[in-house]
């Protein structure tokens, strides 16, 4: 069966740090990744997508960039954290087949 | 532009009564939907989706989602409520994106509060 492994769980970083949050997908091959943050909460926004290797389309201009330098692996990166980039990161794969989701249990960043 | 509401923040519902958090959608073409579930500090669960066929979905946990497409929408609902089933729940529809893929939008997320 299909996995995704998502960490660190939970990051304390000073304002100014980088960050790399890591996603792996096992038990698939070729999937679309997706970094999505959810502040307060709540609402969803999508910050990247990929659909193959190398391949990163961004939804929205920000301090933060991602890689996909392996078929399964997704990387969330960022040289200088925002007090504003704080909140709760979720990876997330989905099948090319078919159109749900299946979500990391999430990285929760603090910011300070 | 492509989108699904949620036009409730929050739900509360007596343990035992039936339950139904709402969801429209705004696509073009034929709509893919979801449901999803977040409990607290956990990444979202996949419940329900419609693609096509009957418009009454059942999924997982006892939910069952109708599709109606004159009204533009997809609510969630469920015949007995739980106090487990408090959680988030976020509707979300494939919507195509700037760079022509195919992407999940999701709506701002429903509070179900389920009393005892």
């Known amino acids: 069966s299909q996995t995704i492994h998502q960490w660190p769980a939970t990051l304390v970083q000073p304002v100014g740090s980088p960050l790399s949050l890591e996603c792996t997908v096992e038990?698939?091959?070729?999937?679309?990744l997706y970094w999505y943050r959810q502040a307060a909460g709540r609402g969803l926004q999508l910050l990247f997508y990929s659909v193959g290797i190398g391949q990163i389309s961004s939804e929205v201009p920000q301090n933060l960039s991602a890689s996909r330098p392996q078929d399964r692996q997704f990387i969330l990166s960022s040289k200088k954290l925002l007090l504003s980039d704080s909140g709760f990161y979720l990876c997330?794969?989905?099948?090319?087949?078919?159109?749900?989701?299946?979500f990391g249990e999430g990285s929760r960043l603090t910011v300070l | 532009a492509q989108s699904v509401a949620q036009p409730e923040d929050q739900v509360n519902v007596a343990e035992g009564n039936p339950l139904t958090v709402k969801c429209t959608y705004s696509?073009?073409?034929?709509?893919?939907l979801f449901w999803y579930v977040q409990y607290p500090n956990r990444g979202l669960q996949f419940l329900l989706k419609?693609?096509?066929?009957?418009?009454l979905v059942k999924g997982s946990y006892g939910f069952e989602a109708e599709f109606n497409k004159s009204q533009t929408s997809f609510h969630l609902k469920k015949p007995s409520a739980l106090v487990s089933d408090s959680a988030l729940y976020f509707c979300a529809v494939r919507a195509l994106s700037s760079g022509g893929s195919y992407i999940p939008t999701f709506g701002r997320g429903t509070s179900l509060i389920v009393h005892p």
């Open positions: 419609y693609i096509t066929g009957d418009n």
């Open positions: 997330a794969w989905r099948p090319q087949e078919t159109g749900e989701l299946f």
């Open positions: 038990g698939t091959s070729n999937p679309n």
């Open positions: 696509v073009s073409g034929n709509p893919y």
